[in-house]
């Protein structure tokens, strides 16, 4: 139930910001890296122990930082 209720509040929050092609890209890919990297915590062995530590144990950081560098690196759409 509570996974749900997180899960609805996302959704409603994106649809707040509108569908446009941007935010789902953004939402996509953040939750994908954060999903693919917690079932690949292997992946972290080469990294010193604080980044293990706070990555590969907790995935809502890593798409925390994804989500941010995507808004900042993908272009805004004109409005017109």
């Known amino acids: 139930m509570m ?40 992946i972290f062995k080469i990294f010193p122990e604080l980044i293990k530590n706070v990555f590969a144990e907790n995935c809502v950081a890593l798409v925390f930082i994804v989500a941010m560098v995507l808004n900042i690196i993908l272009p805004k759409e004109e409005e017109e």
């Open 3 to 42: 996974f749900g209720s997180i899960v609805v509040s996302g959704v409603q929050m994106i649809a707040n910001c509108g569908y446009n092609s941007r935010n789902v890209t953004i939402a996509s890919l953040a939750l994908s890296i954060g999903i693919g990297f917690t079932q690949t915590p292997a």
